[in-house]
């Protein structure tokens, strides 16, 4: 039985250190085989090493600049790019967590939509259904929350909290941060949306088990991945595309309506009724996308014929059902009658939850790009479609520019993407090696890179708890801030993913949102967030408001030149009503009885931190220099 080759991290890392950088045993004694010009751009070594925490991080923490320039610059981003640092600290957060580890399979039986839960129930007399009919939506909530706890089910809410958290204390304590990083920015990019509601329960194993073990790898390994995942398959709808006569129109939507009936979808399975497809045949809308989005860009040199050609290629790619009962549970007992023997003698595959299911193939010559695919070519020629996106040239400029503007800044230099796309096609797409020709290269070190980033709602939350040290024992309560401030994670509904963009992310209500976000996260108003101001200047009591703003923002803000912003932060200390704005703030904040079950509901103490402080510290987070990277 053919079946794609599935990369696992460990052979992953295995593979990069063997070929590409040194072996994890000569990490801290071995010559990195790059030297980082930095020097020549006029910085200093410790400049250099906040830069690139800046960069590399979600936040630089007061030690990280020693720690980097005792490692070494060169082999501190080598370690980042081995992703094998220690994690024994996180891996104890996460430990409560039970959701983390299940199967999509696992999920989808422990984690049930609202309206197969109600028709479970049905089904088995717990509820008559017409005296349902005749009585309010939610009479029936507490025979309802019975049921599910005689069964063994939990509420999907319960599922999402455990996710979001983990995104949040990943970010926050993880020691691999590169990897981290980069499975934010690489699942942004082959974006999927708990929006829609039909692909919503896969997308935890979505981000687990497709993006984050393949994030330092092959760019053509991370393409399979997200192609044969049952989120990009149900997200694009490729789930449903099936061979049809020639004659037949595929169907084809534009982004603009298709994001408006994701939006109608996730309406109507709110109601209960869930949309299916109007008729089965060809759906171009992941052929469409995987061009534009994911490889070639929208100047990639692609017609609409290739995309409809590449669309027929990519028939039969569908999902290994999952349900003993309901939706695909037919089709699950049917393939359960034959052996995977069986399968493969009649074209399919089958590995994982992907599924090949050859008989709705369309089995005719296509030509995508110039490229023929003789009839019969079955599962491999979409493999072989897959790879030759992945490896295109226009896939290498597309995606090292989208890397660059992650990076380096929102306007990077051509000679940087040239540099750039060289060594992606080099090295057939290898990610790591991407990242040491622009880390390497002059571009990343100039003027026109330094703090010329800004952070996005989430990264500004997570930097500030990593520069104040913070101990979140709600991450929950963070989630909803960073949703306040205008970033709804996971929940992007375009297949764009969210804008990397400055301008997407500040105008005067977001301003005021990440202000009131840093004054009533320094005078630790926000539930489960502890942090101990004091501690970070070594207990030593600051003399005036101006004399902490001084010390405090080269501690949160290090190696950079504070001149301008303490001047202009100066005299809102002064500010008659400052304290009153801390306390609007606070008010903002999450009650405390909307806490995380279990992880205490009892808001934080000021724990010695005195208002004075607490104020000045939240003015420094929630100012414009703090809002750069």
């Not at 599935?6 to 950088?21: A, P, Q, W």
């Not at 994001?259 to 497809?277: F, L, N, V």
């Not at 009892?602 to 004075?612: L, V, W, Y």
Request: glycine share 6%; aromatic share 8%.
């Amino acid at each position: 039985m053919k079946t794609a080759c599935k990369i696992t991290f460990g052979s992953l890392v295995l593979l990069v250190g063997m070929v590409l950088l040194p072996s994890f045993s000569d990490i801290n004694t071995a010559q990195p085989p790059f030297k980082l010009p930095y020097k020549q751009a006029g910085l200093t070594p410790r400049q250099a090493a906040a830069h690139m925490l800046n960069r590399f991080t979600f936040g630089t923490r007061a030690a990280d600049v020693d720690e980097v320039l005792k490692t070494g610059l060169e082999t501190w981003f080598l370690q980042q790019l081995h992703a094998n640092v220690a994690d024994d600290s996180l891996a104890k957060r996460l430990a409560a967590y039970d959701a983390l580890g299940l199967s999509n399979a696992e999920i989808t039986r422990t984690y049930p939509k609202k309206n197969k839960v109600l028709r479970m129930a049905i089904a088995e007399g717990v509820i008559d259904q017409q005296a349902r009919d005749k009585t309010k939506k939610d009479a029936y909530k507490s025979e309802l929350e019975a049921y599910m706890k005689e069964k063994g089910l939990k509420p999907q809410k319960e599922l999402y909290r455990q996710f979001f958290n983990q995104k949040i204390l990943r970010a926050a304590y993880s020691n691999n941060q590169l990897q981290e990083l980069l499975t934010d920015f690489w699942f942004n990019h082959f974006n999927v949306s708990l929006d829609k509601n039909q692909c919503a329960e896969f997308i935890p194993a979505y981000e687990r088990d497709v993006i984050r073990p393949n994030v330092l790898g092959k760019f053509e390994d991370l393409l399979l991945a997200t192609a044969q995942s049952p989120a990009m398959l149900t997200y694009l709808d490729n789930f449903s595309s099936i061979g049809v006569k020639e004659e037949a129109k595929p169907r084809q939507i534009s982004r603009i309506t298709y994001a408006r009936q994701m939006q109608s979808q996730g309406d109507s399975t709110q109601k209960g009724k869930i949309k299916k497809p109007k008729r089965r045949g060809i759906n171009e809308n992941y052929a469409r996308e995987v061009m534009e989005l994911h490889t070639l860009g929208v100047d990639g040199g692609y017609t609409q014929e290739d995309v409809t050609q590449a669309a027929r290629v990519l028939t039969g790619w569908t999902i290994y059902p999952m349900n003993e009962k309901g939706y695909g549970s037919a089709v699950k007992q049917a393939l359960n009658k034959l052996d995977e023997s069986k399968l493969s003698e009649r074209g399919f595959v089958h590995h994982g939850d992907f599924l090949f299911a050859a008989n709705h193939h369309d089995s005719k010559e296509k030509t995508v790009l110039g490229r023929h695919f003789p009839s019969g070519g079955g599962y491999q020629e979409g493999v072989e479609l897959l790879k030759m996106f992945a490896n295109h040239p226009s896939t290498a400029r597309f995606i090292c520019r989208k890397i660059a503007v992650r990076f380096v800044n929102d306007r990077p230099s051509e000679k940087l993407i040239n540099k750039m796309a060289a060594s992606f096609e080099n090295t057939n797409g290898d990610i790591s090696q991407v990242l040491i020709t622009m880390v390497s290269s002059e571009e990343f070190w100039s003027k026109e890179a330094l703090r010329q980033k800004t952070k996005s709602p989430f990264e500004l939350a997570i930097s500030a708890v990593r520069c104040l040290d913070a101990d979140i024992r709600q991450p929950f309560q963070l989630y909803n801030w960073i949703t306040k401030m205008g970033q709804k994670m996971y929940y992007y509904q375009a297949p764009t993913g969210f804008p990397d963009k400055a301008e997407y992310w500040i105008n005067t209500g977001a301003l005021l949102n990440r202000m009131n976000f840093g004054l009533a996260l320094a005078s630790q108003r926000i539930p489960g967030i502890k942090i101990n101001l004091p501690a970070l200047n070594r207990n030593r009591e600051p003399e005036s408001g101006e004399a902490a703003l001084v010390t405090y923002s080269k501690l949160v803000m290090p190696e950079r030149d504070l001149s301008q912003t303490v001047k202009r932060l100066t005299p809102m200390l002064k500010e008659p009503d400052l304290a009153t704005k801390v306390e609007q703030a606070a008010r903002q904040s999450v009650a405390p009885e909307q806490a995380d079950r279990g992880m205490g509901k009892d808001p934080m103490t000021m724990q010695g931190n005195s208002t004075m402080l607490a104020q000045v510290v939240g003015v420094i987070i929630g100012s414009p220099e703090f809002q750069r990277k």
